[in-house]
């Protein structure tokens, strides 16, 4: 996936954000959420089906199996 999965990408997504982006109005990205706006209970629900999705649970099995994975270092 790393090597086609740009072309994949770019083949079915760009294709699919065109339109988005056009419709984008300066200011539309990077709003911050008002205090208190998120729904703590719908945030974790949401979070929870991500990771119960089917792809989730593949890929939580293959990183398991990737041991000799260096971890990333994390700026923070």
Same mark, same amino acid.
């Given at each position: 996936?790393? *090597?086609?999965?740009?072309?994949?990408?770019?083949?079915?997504? #760009?294709?699919?954000?065109?339109?988005?982006? /056009?419709?984008?109005q300066?200011?539309?990205?990077?709003?911050?959420?008002? *205090?208190?706006a998120?729904?703590?209970?719908?945030?974790?629900? #949401?979070?929870?089906?991500?990771?119960?999705? /089917?792809?989730?649970?593949?890929?939580?099995?293959?990183?398991?199996?990737?041991?000799?994975m260096?971890?990333?270092?994390?700026?923070?």
């Amino acid at each position: 996936t790393a *090597e086609y999965g740009n072309y994949l990408f770019s083949y079915a997504c #760009v294709p699919l954000l065109k339109p988005f982006m /056009a419709e984008l109005q300066p200011g539309d990205l990077g709003k911050a959420i008002p *205090e208190g706006a998120v729904d703590n209970a719908q945030l974790r629900d #949401v979070n929870e089906a991500i990771r119960s999705h /089917a792809i989730e649970q593949v890929g939580k099995k293959l990183r398991g199996y990737m041991t000799d994975m260096k971890r990333i270092a994390v700026a923070g």
